[in-house]
T-cell receptor
Framework: TQLLEQSPQFLSIQEGENLTVYCNSS?????LQWYRQEPGEGPVLLVT?????EVKKLKRLTFQFGDARKDSSLHITAAQPGDTGLYLC??????????FGAGTTVTVRA | DADVTQTPRNRITKTGKRIMLECSQT?????MYWYRQDPGLGLRLIYY???????NKGEISDGYSVSRQAQAKFSLSLESAIPNQTALYFC?????????????FGPGTRLTVL
């Protein structure tokens, strides 16, 4: 059983459209991170959110941490083919270990 | 040069063979981790080490062992490989900043056990 549930599992959209990926849990996390992974490479950290209700923006990407620190979302505005990849959320628990979601595979078609 | 390197990048082996995967880092981080990635399951923690004298089991340590030879080196061994250990293996490092535990991953090793 995954501690963090990501949805959807797969997402395919046309260039220029918007998309949202969700990361939900019944557990409270001290912080939550989003990573992007491309084929043949390791995950790369995009952002860390720490405070309940926090919103962070990274160019066309907007990350939100839920008020109760149990869930998060990633919103991409005007997606581009370069946004294609596997998006992983990961929560840090009190023992400083990370728990990963299963990931959302995003494909942006030109 | 990459901050976290893994060798080999690809390995095909047979059931029962002993395999070692190696990880080196130049980030100066104390904490190192080994994960495996399987389709639809995300990343699962095998072992982790918070410093040279510290080794801890993760959620799926059975069938694996590790050695922390130095701050910069952390190796993973499969004593007797079996087909269900076929997976992508990632090494990661972290230097905790507050409560974040942000991790930096190597490029991965694709292991196939026949």
């Amino acid at each position: 059983t995954q501690l963090l549930e990501q949805s959807p599992q797969f997402l395919s959209i046309q260039e220029g459209e918007n998309l949202t990926v969700y990361c939900n849990s019944s557990s409270v996390f001290s912080s939550l991170q989003w990573y992007r992974q491309e084929p043949g490479e390791g995950p790369v950290l995009l952002v860390t959110v720490v405070t309940g209700g926090e919103v962070k923006k990274l160019k066309r990407l907007t990350f939100q941490f839920g008020d109760a620190r149990k869930d998060s979302s990633l919103h991409i505005t005007a997606a581009q083919p370069g946004d294609t990849g596997l998006y992983l959320c990961a929560g840090t628990s009190n023992d400083y270990k990370l728990s990963f979601g299963a990931g959302t595979t995003v494909t942006v078609r030109a | 040069d990459a901050d976290v390197t893994q060798t080999p990048r690809n390995r095909i082996t047979k059931t029962g063979k002993r395999i070692m995967l190696e990880c080196s880092q130049t980030k100066g981080h104390d904490r190192m981790y080994w994960y495996r990635q399987d389709p639809g399951l995300g990343l699962r923690l095998i072992y982790y080490s918070f410093d040279v004298k510290d080794i801890n089991k993760g959620e799926i340590s059975d069938g694996y062992s590790v050695s922390r030879q130095a701050q910069a080196k952390f190796s993973l061994s499969l004593e007797s490989a079996i087909p269900n250990q076929t997976a992508l293996y990632f090494c990661a490092t972290s230097a905790p900043r507050g409560t974040a535990n942000e991790q930096f991953f190597g490029p991965g090793t694709r292991l196939t056990v026949l």
